[in-house]
């Protein structure tokens, strides 16, 4: 994805899956991390990545899923270097959506090493989402007790 740079404006190409947070080709600014996954490249972009990532469940035709969206984009620009956004299109996603036990949508996930640290089930206002989020990110184990395999 093509991602400006908040703070040069540069634009830059944030890959899907990264090793280490993307920066600024520029100026090394921390970029929001923006990224898509479906049922083939979720371990990779989303169970391996080294940030936490937070799953937006959508669907084309649902109606809150496109109120909801834009909020998660203004919360990863917000929490860039800390955080990385994976949009999942459950229409083509069946696996994703029975693993998830998607029932309704959007359906917000934080994840942190493969494992749910929350959920959230249907579309909410903005300050509702900071705050849902701000507390599963403050509820994951610090990092000098995660261990790696
Ligand atoms: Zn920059």
């Known amino acids: 994805m093509?991602?400006?740079?908040?703070?040069?404006?540069?634009?830059?190409?944030?890959?899907?899956?990264?090793?280490?947070?993307?920066?600024?080709?520029?100026?090394?600014?921390?970029?929001?991390?923006?990224?898509?996954?479906?049922?083939?490249?979720?371990a990779d972009v989303v169970e391996r990545s080294p940030l936490p990532v937070v799953v937006d469940l959508w669907a084309p035709w649902c109606g809150p899923c496109r109120m909801v969206?834009?909020?998660?984009?203004?919360?990863?620009?917000?929490?860039?270097?800390?955080?990385?956004?994976?949009?999942?299109n459950s229409d083509d996603a069946p696996r994703l959506s029975q693993r998830f036990q998607v029932q309704a949508i959007p359906t917000l996930l934080v994840m942190r090493d493969g494992k749910v640290l929350a959920n959230q089930v249907g579309a909410a206002p903005a300050r509702v989402l900071r705050t849902w989020l701000d507390q599963a990110l403050a509820g994951e184990p610090a990092a000098a007790q995660r261990g790696r395999p």
């Open 2 to 42: 093509i991602v400006p740079c908040p703070d040069c404006g540069k634009k830059n190409r944030v890959p899907g899956v990264a090793s280490g947070r993307p920066r600024c080709a520029h100026c090394h600014h921390d970029l929001p991390w923006l990224a898509e996954a479906g049922d083939a490249g979720f």
């Open 69 to 88: 969206s834009p909020e998660l984009e203004k919360l990863a620009a917000e929490k860039a270097g800390r955080l990385k956004l994976v949009k999942v």
